[in-house]
């Protein structure tokens, strides 16, 4: 399986700043995505990372609050803007192995906004 | 369309008893299922899948789960519960061509000595 790391793993924000989550893959991989997991609850996917083109974002999530880059097929990144307390969560992203029909997560980034 | 249902949102168990975690899945195509574990402050990591083919699936640490299309169940079990099975555990569906995942809503899973 493929090793995903994230950077930060996790950080203490301020109302109304940015923060961009960095998601590195050690092998290329065709699809990339971001989840959101609130406080005590479930998985809820944001957006598939696509390569050269724009993010394909889930019904509730738009591109101005979570812009989404990914360059080349090893790195995505996730910006969360403009915070309230209500993005406080984690954010973790995953890669999916095409040959196993598998997908493997992140450690997780761990943002509370104050 | 496709969802989970996870029944229980805590299951206790005393160590060395029987974990049995119950999923059922909705999925208008042939589903694709998955269970991951969390543990505490951790990312999730894969349990098992099942895709195609065998229908009783063999994971790590000990744990199987069985695909029951006509139940429409995904259920996770292992026969002798060990402390550091304490986690929260999520099942996934994912469907056809379409590689999303669809969590449910999990299950913390508590060993007692």
């Known amino acids: 399986s493929a090793v995903i790391s994230q950077k930060p793993s996790r950080d203490i924000c301020q109302r109304g700043t940015s923060l961009t989550i960095q998601c590195q893959v050690d092998?290329?991989?065709?699809?990339m995505f971001w989840y959101r997991q609130q406080p005590g609850q479930s998985l809820t996917l944001i957006a598939t990372a696509n390569q050269g083109s724009e993010a394909t974002y889930e019904s509730g999530f738009v591109i101005d609050k979570f812009p989404i880059s990914r360059p080349n097929l090893t790195f995505s990144t996730l910006t969360v803007s403009n915070m309230s307390p209500e993005d406080s969560s984690i954010y973790l992203c995953?890669?999916?192995?095409?040959?196993?029909?598998?997908?493997?997560f992140g450690p997780g980034t761990r943002l509370t906004v104050l | 369309a496709q969802s989970v249902t996870q029944l229980g949102s805590h299951v206790s168990v005393s160590e060395g008893a029987l974990v049995l975690l119950r999923c059922n899945y909705s999925?208008?195509?042939?589903?694709?299922l998955f269970w991951y574990v969390q543990y505490p402050n951790q990312g999730l990591q894969l349990l098992l899948k099942?895709?195609?083919?065998?229908?009783l699936v063999k994971g790590i640490n000990g744990f199987e789960a069985e695909f029951k299309k006509s139940e429409t169940s995904f259920h996770l079990t292992k026969p002798s519960a060990h402390m550091s099975d304490a986690a929260e555990y999520f099942c996934a569906v994912s469907g056809g061509s379409n590689y999303k995942l669809t969590f449910g809503k999990g299950t913390l899973l508590t060993v007692n000595p």
């Open positions: 995953s890669d999916r192995q095409q040959a196993y029909n598998e997908q493997f």
């Open positions: 092998s290329q991989v065709t699809m």
């Open positions: 099942y895709t195609t083919g065998a229908t």
């Open positions: 999925s208008s195509v042939p589903p694709y």
